[in-house]
């Protein structure tokens, strides 16, 4: 083959054209012909380092930090320590400011007397008991990307991998007076001011002998139609009667209204399921104002914006449920990461920062768009169950790897593919409303069973993070609990 070669270049070089043409383009295929022998120098010499750094780190234990013991930090944890247990790869670290882990889904419950109170809180150290998690109660104040260190009010916290799952928190739009004067519905002592605040104000009532100012008193705004104020207006609309009638109150002066600035509530869901909150709502005795903009909150009254006109009522307490964004330290860490609305932590397919591979983020803090989705996931317990898999998952692969002295890049870990199933929402202890389904085939249920597959599906999701021991109360308090009137 190169004898014919040689010869048919022989008798082109006879061609005047040609040997021109030749002589330019020879040197360019030389240069080629360099580059690619020195790519692939290069692409040996990488590896040849990976290698080497990866024989280094063998048998040394890798630090895995979770930031946050809420649903997708907790779980995140618990799969990562039962992947391995039969190795000594990594110690893993979880950090929160409460030793517990608050039930959220049903803090609404416990803002209202339904069940005790302290049944939506559970022990991190009784969760953990039995794993070599090693828990941390302290508030993280700082990250040190670079080198790779985490700050808390008592301590610093080294590691190679990070989790980002410190959760949300409310947000009042900076709307005057709002932070200081309505009562968010996030956290557990959230759930006992309002409680405490619900009974005092009935007494009061109780007291008062005049009508109008009694009226104020038991005058109830909860601002926002969401998921959360949906569900704690028809707690309200089952608790405050319960409330008037054990302090001797007439029913016919208390009032609940649930405003919010969108059109319909639910707003997240289907129409015909924002419909069906709605009359259920309504029925419970709840008025529903939308397209309302609240524009102040003082002690004693709430100002807003309706058709264009400005009004200022009398209100004995303003339930605050507008909005979430991320935790302090996720909105420090956005100056750092790439971030969206709220703050979000955008990441790849393997549920990694995309601006830094060494942090995972799970959870509500996440901003991850699925393949043939033009938004994010949800900032639901379900998406929390299934991106803590697919974390402790990877960080497993990687964890391992690095201690058996294995390239990292080359790690085959797994892509977030999550499959939601919708949500089902408690208006109060009798009555919901539910969106479920698969893919393209989904469903609305009406309330009883509902009611029946939240309070199954609650206490599947926490069994297996609670364990055996918890499974009684936790059944007791989806199924038996009663409302307790304070």
């Not at 591979?357 to 509500?364: A, L, M």
Request: net charge neutral; with cysteine; glycine share 6%.
């Amino acid at each position: 083959m190169k004898k014919n070669f040689d010869e048919y270049l022989k008798d082109r070089m006879e061609d005047p054209v040609f040997r021109e043409e030749w002589s330019k383009t020879l040197p360019m295929m030389n240069r080629m012909m360099d580059d690619t022998l020195s790519d692939i120098d290069k692409r040996q010499a990488d590896q040849e380092a990976l290698r080497a750094e990866a024989k280094a780190r063998a048998g040394v234990q890798q630090n895995v930090v979770v930031v946050g013991a809420g649903y997708a930090g907790l779980l995140t944890a618990k799969h990562l320590d039962k992947m391995l247990k039969k190795s000594d790869a990594a110690k893993v670290t979880l950090i929160d400011r409460n030793p517990y882990h608050l039930m959220k889904a049903e803090i609404h419950a416990a803002a209202t007397g339904r069940g005790k109170a302290e049944a939506v809180t559970y022990s991190l150290a009784e969760i953990f008991r039995k794993t070599d998690v090693e828990l941390v109660q302290d508030t993280v104040q700082a990250i040190d990307f670079d080198g790779r260190l985490v700050t808390g009010d008592h301590g610093t916290y080294a590691y190679d991998y990070l989790v980002l799952a410190a959760g949300s928190q409310p947000t009042f739009f900076g709307i005057p007076g709002a932070a200081d004067h309505a009562y968010p519905l996030w956290t557990y002592p959230d759930a006992l001011a309002i409680r405490d605040r619900l009974a005092n104000l009935f007494q009061q009532a109780a007291q008062e002998s005049n009508a109008d100012a009694r009226k104020q008193l038991l005058s109830f705004y909860v601002i926002g139609a969401g998921l959360t104020g949906v569900e704690l207006a028809g707690e309200l609309a089952e608790y405050l009667p319960l409330l008037a009638k054990k302090y001797g109150v007439r029913k016919e002066d208390v009032s609940l209204t649930e405003l919010d600035a969108l059109p319909r509530a639910l707003p997240n869901f289907p129409e015909k399921v924002s419909a069906r909150a709605a009359k259920i709502l309504t029925d419970l005795g709840v008025q529903l104002k939308f397209n309302v903009k609240v524009q102040e909150v003082t002690a004693d009254a709430l100002t807003f914006e309706e058709n264009d006109t400005t009004q200022t009522v009398p209100a004995g307490m303003v339930l605050w449920t507008a909005g979430i964004t991320a935790n302090d330290i996720v909105q420090t860490a956005a100056e750092t990461l790439e971030s969206e609305k709220g703050f979000r932590l955008v990441e790849d397919a393997t549920l990694r920062s995309v601006t830094d591979q060494r942090v995972f983020v799970v959870g509500d803090n996440m901003w991850f768009v699925p393949k043939r989705k033009t938004t994010s996931v949800p900032q639901m317990v379900e998406n929390c169950e299934q991106s803590s898999k697919v974390a402790a998952k990877n960080l497993a692969t990687l964890t391992k790897r690095a201690y058996e002295g294995r390239v990292l890049e080359y790690a085959p870990l797994k892509s977030y593919r999550p499959d939601l199933h919708g949500a089902m929402v408690s208006l109060g202890a009798k009555h919901g409303v539910a969106y479920i389904g698969v893919r393209n085939l989904m469903l609305m249920l009406p309330s009883f069973p509902t009611q029946l597959f939240k309070r199954a599906i609650n206490v599947v999701y926490l069994a297996p993070v609670l364990g055996p021991k918890k499974l009684p109360t936790l059944l007791a308090h989806e199924f038996l609990a009663r409302r307790k009137v304070r």
